[in-house]
């Protein structure tokens, strides 16, 4: 029997059940690592759409939506870098709390100046320059404690800022501390140590272990000046000194040394050497130069550092142990404030043993002829430990009527801790 022929069909289509959709085939693209292309791209290929007869030749049929899986591009994986190497732990969080990195800041940079000023300083004398600042758990405006201004040091000295040397002074375990070239430099830049010769940068080195006890006591008297507890406002009606006017021993030495270089090699060519004579000749100039209108009085010892020694000539000495010069532990300089010829800085000695009856006799000597024209000081103060010393020198003064006690400008000063008790030196076995 004849099939009827279907007009919608073409003469070459088949009858019978419609043609089975074709299935989707997909195309794996594997990546080479380690390149970022793609890891994979499933791209779905639609089938052929049949042909329908129903629509014009201008109207296509739609295609089927087109099903594209891309995976986000994988980097190649750096090995972590190892401890020591740049970027080791980077981008980790540090369960524990962090802590500052040390660094020398404003509030520590008075202390490493006083440090390289006053080499042999402890953290005694280090801990009165400066009052605690408040914060939310503590009220402030106190000292630093002894272990606070350890601290302080201890920061430094992993800084290379100081070296210190510690030591057993009679029974006592003590550290001494002196700044290094790099902590004078630091310290500079926070605007302290400006002046020539100020700073001592070659810490503790080369430096008398005898000596160290000294200039612990001379660091402590001058810390006593600088501090903001004005320990000495009663006793000496002084406020406190700025750390720039406080002259070191060392740095008169420095200031010094040309000098007697040049006095050395006058010597050897039968040139003036004496220097109680040429300190003399120079004053004598100098006060020609301010009456000229060269020089003001405040400048006088700025220009000529090497007035601060005190000096006679042998001519003037009687006795048999002339002392023609000398420098003194500690220079409060109040020059700045000099109006006139009279000098009003402070000298200042340390008296920790007591010196023959002759060396004091000429010492006296030197500070009467000093003191009566006040050119280089206005006044000399001995900090001593009870050791006689005092009473020794009042003997020597009513002597030789210098009238140096009288008049207040020589003072004797117990020597004290910064709890006020009085320094005591143990001497023999047992103290």
């Not at 002259?247 to 008169?252: A, K, N, T």
């Amino acid at each position: 029997m004849t099939e009827p022929v279907n007009p919608f069909l073409d003469e070459d289509e088949e009858t019978g059940a419609p043609e089975a959709p074709r299935v989707p085939t997909f195309r794996i693209q594997r990546p080479t690592l380690p390149t970022s292309e793609p890891v994979a791209e499933l791209v779905a290929e639609p089938p052929a759409s049949p042909v329908n007869p129903l629509l014009e030749d201008d109207e296509p049929e739609a295609p089927a939506p087109v099903r594209t899986l891309v995976t986000t591009p994988v980097k190649p994986v750096a090995s972590a870098p190892k401890f020591g190497e740049k970027g080791y732990r980077k981008g980790v969080p540090n369960p524990r709390r962090a802590t500052p990195r040390a660094r020398l800041t404003e509030g520590g940079a008075p202390l490493l100046a006083f440090v390289a000023k006053f080499p042999g300083a402890t953290a005694e004398a280090v801990s009165i320059l400066r009052k605690s600042q408040a914060s939310p758990v503590y009220e402030g405006g106190k000292l630093l404690t002894v272990p606070g201004a350890m601290k302080q040091l201890e920061k430094f000295k992993r800084l290379g800022l100081v070296e210190s040397h510690r030591r057993s002074n009679n029974g006592e375990a003590v550290t001494h501390w002196g700044a290094t070239e790099a902590g004078v430099l630091a310290a500079q830049q926070f605007g302290f140590l400006e002046e020539p010769n100020e700073a001592s940068p070659d810490a503790l080195e080369g430096m008398s272990l005898s000596h160290l006890n000294h200039l612990r006591f001379v660091a402590l008297v001058a810390a006593q000046f600088a501090s903001p507890e004005n320990f000495f406002k009663d006793k000496l009606s002084l406020p406190p000194v700025p750390l720039k006017y406080l002259i070191s021993e060392q740095q008169v030495r420095r200031d010094f040394k040309p000098l007697e270089t040049a006095l050395g090699a006058n010597k050897k060519e039968g040139k003036l050497s004496d220097f109680g004579v040429w300190r003399s000749q120079k004053i004598e100039e100098i006060q020609k130069e301010v009456e000229g209108g060269f020089l003001s009085w405040n400048e006088v010892l700025e220009a000529h550092p090497e007035l601060r020694v005190m000096g006679l000539p042998a001519s003037k000495f009687p006795n048999s142990r002339p002392k023609t010069k000398h420098l003194p532990d500690l220079v409060v300089s109040l020059e700045s404030v000099r109006k006139g010829a009279q000098s009003k800085s402070i000298m200042v000695e340390i008296e920790l043993s007591k010196k023959h009856w002759d060396d004091y006799e000429s010492l006296l000597r030197l500070y009467a002829a000093e003191l009566r024209h006040r050119f280089a000081y206005g006044r000399v103060i001995y900090f001593t430990v009870q050791n006689g010393v005092g009473a020794l020198m009042k003997r020597i003064d009513q002597k030789h009527e210098f009238g140096l006690f009288k008049s207040g400008a020589l003072s004797v000063i117990e020597l004290t801790h910064r709890d006020g008790s009085p320094v005591k030196l143990k001497r023999r076995i047992g103290d």
